[in-house]
């Protein structure tokens, strides 16, 4: 039982590892760092590099494939390198094969005691250290994860149970097959089967041939690991699960191929294939680098028709669509005039956002579709983020005044646009709450759909940047607030059945809309005064 423990354990902190992985490594968006990570990965060489590496050291293709997915999905690297550091990921995954062991608890260990002490002087509570001690942390679970479950594996030879098994089917190769893919998804390391498999055969138990096509079903059982832990993933963020499932399933394809040549070639010829001037562990360490290699040589050249497969099979989620800038990018930046019309272009696609907002919650909307808003907020959090950052990227470009005065322009701009946005999702927070109470008032039901058409205005005006369209603006957002207040009083004073629940939401819905259309009415003040 302490031997399923163990192997239970380490799954579980493999999974906490990836966990806090993901969560933290979306964090690491300052320009700096992105530009750091683009410049390691901007050749295809350097990729391979850091994939062995990340192969080598954790000796699982599926935990570095959970690493790389957390920084493609945070958007520190491009799917074309990904896929390259995936690549060579497996192959890093060979070094045990050839190397037997490395010693993963001892660098866990150092690693989780260099964190205790970073806890203890208190560094994770300092902003710029907090995010580096919590991505930390994951490594030194996920490592010391992956040791536990090869510790575990260690183990497993010695019960009798699994001898009998592997006794019983040494004469059915679909059954050897079916063991190692077994073995591998409990293990949860492919390379540490084949291992095992080494030893066995070295005890005894296995022939070459045995041994073979059991190091050729580890890689089925990867696959089916990768696709079980990735089950809860979507969008773009499972596409390089769905990818390393492909690579594990033709692997295996190839390793059979292989040993069928050699069947055929002892058959016909009096040549011994498995009669080699190496031992049967360097043979099955080999063939295990074959495993890994041949996808790697071909995914490489069916790079592209492969990445349109997996877009096809994961498209990106509406939320992933919706958190990326459409229209900035960072080479836009060598042109200062067109980056600026580019700005200009990502700022009216996040008006439209406010658009959406009151679209959803307008009356006429019977289905009141709240949670689909929140995915509209997220997303627009993350792309005036990168706009912002964009911004602070271009101010530091302009050597004229007049060109300096237009970021500045665009910088104020999308501050406006941060903080209608803000009130009108308050407002959405409001309704969330009292959706049928708001909309059994005709008062807030229709003040609603006033901001609905004001800010329709707004927006058509902003976007097209006439002068006229922009006083029919000014004009909607004239000051109202004595007219307003009268309206208030006299609803509230008429209608004698509101309880006050009601008058109080009545009074906060009204707050909310003079502050909505005072902030459009700066924003397109703003917008007036760049025209004159």
């Known amino acids: ?43 295809r060489f350097v990729s391979a590099v850091i994939g062995f590496m990340s192969g080598s050291f954790t ?35 060979a070094v045990l094969i050839f190397l037997v062991s490395i010693n993963l608890k001892l660098f866990a260990l150092y690693l989780l005691g260099i964190i205790g002490l970073m806890y203890y002087l208190q560094m994770d509570k300092k902003h710029r250290f907090h995010v580096s001690t919590q991505v930390l942390l994951g490594l030194a679970l996920l490592f010391l994860g992956v040791h ?46 084949t291992v095992i498999a080494i030893s066995l055969s070295t005890a005894g138990l296995f022939q070459a041939e045995q041994t073979f096509v059991i190091v050729a079903g580890t890689s089925l059982g990867s696959a089916a690991n990768i696709i079980l832990l990735s089950g809860s993933l979507t969008g773009t963020s499972k596409q390089l699960s769905m990818y390393q499932a492909i690579f594990k399933v033709s ?55 492969v990445i349109r497969l997996l877009n096809k099979m994961s498209p990106p989620t509406q939320s992933e669509m919706l958190s990326k800038p459409i229209f900035i990018f960072e080479r836009a930046l060598d042109d200062t005039e067109t980056a600026l019309d580019l700005v200009n272009k990502e700022q009216i696609r996040l008006l439209s956002f406010l658009s959406f907002y009151l679209t959803q919650i307008s009356s006429e909307k019977l289905d009141n ?34 060109l300096h005065e237009k970021v500045l322009f665009y910088q104020n701009t999308l501050q406006s646009i941060s903080m209608l ?73 008429t209608d004698l059945a509101m309880d006050l629940e009601m008058k109080q939401l009545s009074y906060t819905m009204t707050i909310q809309f003079e502050r909505i259309i005072w902030q459009i009415r700066s924003l397109n003040q703003l917008r007036m005064n760049a025209i004159v």
């Open 59 to 93: 000796q699982s293709g599926n935990a570095s494939v959970f690493i790389t997915t957390s920084l493609q999905t945070a958007g520190l690297i491009s799917v074309q390198r990904s896929l390259t550091i995936v690549n060579w990921a497996n192959i890093g995954t």
């Open 369 to 402: 579709q709240l949670s689909e808003i929140i995915v509209y907020h997220d997303g627009f959090q993350k792309v005036y983020y990168e706009t912002e950052i964009f911004l602070n990227e271009l101010s530091k470009k302009p050597d004229s005044l007049a």
């Open 251 to 305: 692997g295996t394809m190839f390793a059979i191929l292989l040993f069928l040549l050699m069947q055929l070639l002892k058959q016909q010829t009096a040549l011994q294939p498995y009669s080699m001037p190496l031992t049967l562990g360097q043979q099955a360490a080999f063939l295990y680098l074959f495993m890994v290699a041949t996808p790697t040589f071909f995914m490489t050249f069916l790079q592209k028709p």
């Open 421 to 493: 946005e803000n009130s009108l999702y308050d407002l959405v927070q409001i309704v969330e709450t009292t959706y049928e109470k708001v909309h059994s008032l005709n008062y807030t039901s229709n003040l609603i759909e006033s901001l609905r058409a004001i800010t329709d205005t707004a927006i058509q005006g902003i976007e097209s940047n006439e002068l006229t369209d922009l006083e029919i603006t000014r004009q909607l957002t004239a000051e109202k607030g004595d007219l307003l207040n009268r309206i208030r009083a006299q609803h509230l004073s």
């Open 148 to 193: 536990f479950m090869k510790a575990a594996a260690k183990e497993l030879e010695t019960f009798n149970w699994v001898r009998e098994f592997i006794q019983l089917s040494s004469e059915n190769y679909l059954m050897l097959i079916f063991t190692g893919a077994l073995l591998t998804f409990i293990i949860q390391s492919s390379s540490a089967v």
């Open 1 to 43: 039982m302490e031997t399923f423990g163990t192997l239970f354990s380490g799954l579980g902190l493999f999974i906490i590892g990836v966990r806090f992985l993901s969560l933290n490594l979306k964090r690491f968006t300052g320009q700096q760092f992105k530009s750091l990570m683009k410049r390691m990965t901007r050749t």
